[in-house]
């Protein structure tokens, strides 16, 4: 067992949040706060975790069960868990086990994982890593022909749906990545990366690792025709002439002919078109704080959706899951799932696989703690009869 991974197993990491001072350790700042940050004043990253402070739980005591049932089902996968791993870009740059890490801790697991555009791994990679469900996150980057040959290589991979980002039309201003250099050190000349360099030479270990890994030069699964694996230097302006419209969704629906989640919904109105354009499920999203700041907490905003909604389809949720409890008021307001993103990839790049599995067991157990504490048998069972919630969310 390696020292980091002796760590993220050692009693005093306890809760996620416990993970973060292993991570800001391991890996150079630049990485860390590229994990870590939100867009602008990250007014909406914090206000996604300080939300989950309005919801009171209403436990029903003098109950006691031999087991909880932690399963759900999520686009007809039975998952054994109520969460799934949100897709993270440039998981590799964290460890190089990165996204094959992911997939492999989340099929142990019992759970799936979303796999972004944005990976150092090949999909075809991540996918035989992993015993459970993977779901391909898409941008549209490189245009349609790049992602018509891309979602073509997820169906015959098996992946076993397609998340669609919708809130990405450019890339959110993450001001620690540009005060950090994180663009000259992913794409930068030798020169542009010079002032930043003290930053990543303090971090032997990772640096070792990340050049041993053959650093990243390319995205592998964005590949554009007649050109090869977009490199990363043309990410961010990629970006922002890739946006995803709902005009693009007759043309994914036919490209992929199966389940679609449409991802970073906010309101209503957009979760009615969502379900309009075919998504099986929705997830109501902020991208975790890192789009557009000052938009609401992820779940201040699913109420919203759910009403919108009414039955028709799946809702999913991401945005601050730092704990079970925090999944459980999720799941009380409507969600039949949450996504979860910094609460692994805080593991992840504390120790690799050993670190998201680490992450992943905390939750589990924080689950189960929590539903025999609130006096309920199953996670199918929660409703909002379990909960307080603000007078001023009650409109919903
Ligand atoms: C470092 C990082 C990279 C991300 N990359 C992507 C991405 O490539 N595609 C995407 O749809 N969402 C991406 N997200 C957003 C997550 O999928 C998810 O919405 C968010 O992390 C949830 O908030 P949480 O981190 O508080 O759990 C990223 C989030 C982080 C922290």
Redesign the pocket.
Known sequence: MSRASRKVASPRVVCVEDLLPLARRRVPKAVFD????GAEGEVT?RE??RAFEDVTFRPRHAVAFSQCDLRTRVLSFDLALPFLL??????RL?HPGGEVAAARAAGKAGTAY?L????GHKLEDVKAGSSGPVLY?L?LLGGRAAGEAVIERARVAGFAGL?V?I??PVSGIRERDHRNGMKELISGSLLQKIPFLPNILSHPGWLIGFLLDGGIQALPNVVIPGKGPMPLLDVNAALASSAVTWADFSWIRDCWRGPIVV??VLTGDDARRAVDEGAAAI?V??????QLDGVPA?LRALPEVVAAVNGQVEILM?????RGTDIVKALCLGARA??????Y?YGLAASGEAGIARAIEILRADLDRTLRLLGCSSVAALDRSYVNVPKSWERC
């Open positions: 590229y994990l870590d940050g990253l996604n975790c949100a897709p993270v870009g440039y998981s964290m979303i972004s555009t944005i990976s996150q941008y998340v980002t809130d990405t991802k970073g997830s999203s902020n991208h975790g704080g890192r992820s991401d945005g601050g899951i730092r949450v996504l979860c993103g910094r609460a990839a």
